[in-house]
Nanobody
Framework: QVQLVESGGGLAQPGGSLRLSCAASGFTGVNYAMNWARQAPGKGLEWVSGIYSDGSDTYYADSVKGRFTISRDNAKNTVYLQMNSLKPEDTGLYYC?????????????????WGQGTQVTVSS
């Protein structure tokens, strides 16, 4: 079964950290760029970060640059998002998404497989 399953969300205090994981199955992850996107309450979907299929390049939205780090372990078919210095505005449902090719795009409409999402709440 072709799917993406996110995990690692939860409640964190401002300034805290969380690490999200995205486990891929049913396809060879090493062939595709992967991305994280999020949706805050009452807002649209926002691209957060992307990584090339071989991990050679990573990209970040300005809102998370310097605080979040995307990585991947192709042997485990898993992508990660390390989130540090969390802010209340980082609250939202975080999705893992597969690009159609080896390089990524910030256009979320171009992704062809999505996970179910994992909730991140940043609050004191």
């Amino acid at each position: 079964q072709v799917q993406l399953v996110e995990s690692g969300g939860g409640l964190a205090q401002p300034g805290g950290s969380l690490r999200l994981s995205c486990a891929a199955s049913g396809f060879t992850g090493v062939n595709y760029a992967m991305n994280w996107a999020r949706q805050a309450p009452g807002k649209g979907l926002e691209w957060v970060s992307g990584i090339y299929s071989d991990g050679s390049d990573t990209y970040y939205a300005d809102s998370v640059k310097g605080r979040f780090t995307i990585s991947r372990d192709n042997a485990k078919n898993t992508v990660y998002l390390q989130m540090n210095s969390l802010k209340p505005e980082d609250t939202g449902l975080y999705y893992c998404a597969k690009a159609k090719g080896a390089v990524t795009t910030t256009l979320v409409s171009e992704y062809d497989l999505w996970g179910q999402g994992t909730q991140v709440t940043v609050s004191s």
